[in-house]
C-alpha cells in the first residue's frame, strides 16, 4: 500500500461504480464513497497465506514498492510498522490482525491527521474448481482501503482521480499478492 498513502495524504474521495481487471482481479467502488475493494484467488489454505502475509518482514519480498520493514513495536496481534520504499519514503502504520479471521487491519499514523486511511485485508476460503492442475484448496484474497480527506485537499482534488488511483492501487497490491503465491507453489 506504499504508493498510495503519499497521495491519500494530500488526496482522497471516491464514487460508486464497479470494474473488472484483467489476471483474475476483481475491483468495486462500495457504496461509501470512500472505499475501494478487490480480489483475487490464490492457492493454498486461508490460514496458511495469511500467516505468511502477516509477517511483515515478508513484505519486501511480496510488494515490489517495500524495499524495507521496519517493526518498531509488536505486541500480540498489534504492530507499529514502518514500510520504507526505494526511493526513502516512509510510512508508518499501525497494524491490528484478527487470526482466527484470516484478517489484517492496518491503518496510515503519519499523515499529520489530513486523511483517515486504512485497509483490510482478509483470507477467506474458495472453493476449488473440478478437474484444475494443482491444490484444490484456494483463498481469496479480499482488500478493502478506506480514505476520506480533511482540508483544503479535498477542493482541489478530482474524485475521479483518486478513485482511478485506489483501483489501480488495489489492483497492483492484488497482482503481487497473486504473483508472489504463484512463485511459490512454481517453487515447489
Avoid: C
Avoid at 504492530?79 to 497494524?95: C, E, I, K, Y
Avoid at 480527506?149 to 483501483?167: F, I, M, N, P, Q
Avoid at 497492483?172 to 499478492?177: A, K, P, Y
Amino acid at each position: 500500500m506504499r504508493s498510495l498513502l503519499p497521495l491519500l495524504a494530500l488526496t482522497l474521495t471516491a464514487s460508486a461504480a464497479s470494474a473488472g481487471t484483467p489476471g483474475g482481479l476483481t475491483i468495486t467502488q462500495a457504496s461509501d464513497p470512500a472505499v475501494t475493494e478487490g480480489d483475487v484467488i490464490i492457492d493454498g489454505e486461508p490460514a496458511a497465506n495469511f500467516a505468511l502475509v502477516q509477517d511483515y518482514r515478508r513484505w519486501t519480498e511480496i510488494m515490489p514498492d517495500v524495499a524495507k520493514v521496519e517493526i518498531t513495536e509488536q505486541k500480540g496481534d498489534d504492530a507499529r510498522v514502518t514500510l520504507v520504499s526505494p526511493t526513502g519514503h516512509r510510512d508508518n502504520l499501525h497494524f491490528h490482525t484478527t487470526p482466527q479471521a484470516n484478517l489484517i487491519f492496518f491503518e496510515d499514523t503519519g499523515n499529520g491527521g489530513r486523511a483517515d486511511v486504512w485497509a483490510e485485508i482478509v483470507f477467506v476460503p474458495q472453493a476449488g474448481q473440478a478437474g484444475q492442475a494443482g491444490p484444490t484448496t484456494q483463498t481469496r484474497v479480499h482488500i478493502k482501503l478506506y480514505a476520506k480527506l480533511h482540508g483544503v485537499a479535498t477542493l482541489v482534488v478530482s474524485e475521479r482521480d483518486v478513485r482511478e488511483k485506489r483501483e489501480h492501487q488495489i489492483a497492483g497490491e492484488l497482482t503481487h499478492i497473486r504473483d508472489y503465491f504463484r512463485s511459490r507453489v512454481a517453487n515447489r
